[in-house]
């Protein structure tokens, strides 16, 4: 698995998991975990979307370097 996968893939836990953590903290009262799950939530949407711009950016290198003998 590439690194970008994988940041993709831990982006996506890391949004799940707090939006777990948020539900809960809505559930319970509790703005602290509410707050932490939502913090978690945009950390992995952060993450995501870092791995989405450096594949464009190997993508753009790779091209640029004759690395993608298809184009």
Known sequence: ???????RVEGAVK???GRAKS??????GDSSTKA???RDQVAGQAQQGMAGIMEK?????KNLTGGNKNR
């Open 1 to 7: 698995m590439s690194d970008t996968s994988k940041d």
């Open 36 to 38: 932490a799950g939502q």
């Open 15 to 17: 949004e799940g998991v």
């Open 57 to 61: 950016v190997n993508g753009f290198i």
């Open 23 to 28: 539900a809960a903290g809505d559930l319970t």
